[in-house]
């Protein structure tokens, strides 16, 4: 599986376009939930998507809440995530390029739709440089033991 796709009730709507684009991609993915607009808990779908990048089961994650900031503190707390916020294109193309994020967290109550899936397909089809940038992931291994 490529993408596990995850949400809270703020991110619900949003995870449903995103999971409409992925279909007419053809990109394949794991919805973990919510599905529904009930309150619910932002930490429970970051554990899910994050565990399940971090064991391999997905290449990469993407998360959407009211804002993306409660799903990202939670994603980074799993070793071998490394999470990122964008709000626009550059910053979603930058953390694929320098931070090689491998967890992409959107806000649902923040971006339109057409722009959050432009940051979606921008992220996805962007590689890491690696090289000096290589060198400080692996610098946020050794300092955090993460
Ligand atoms: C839910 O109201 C909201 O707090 C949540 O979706 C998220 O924005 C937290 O960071």
Known sequence: MKVALGADHAGYILKEAIKAWFNKKNIEYKDVGTFKLDSCD?????YKVGTAVASGEAEMGVLVCGTGIGMCITANKIKGVRAAQAYDPQMAQMSRLHNDANVLCLGGRILEESAAIEIVEIWLNTSFEGGRHQNRI??????TGK
């Not at 932002?42 to 970051?46: A, D, G, K, T, V």
């Not at 692996?138 to 300092?143: A, P, R, T, V, Y």
């Open 42 to 46: 932002y930490p429970e779908y970051s």
């Open 138 to 143: 692996n610098l946020i291994g050794q300092l």
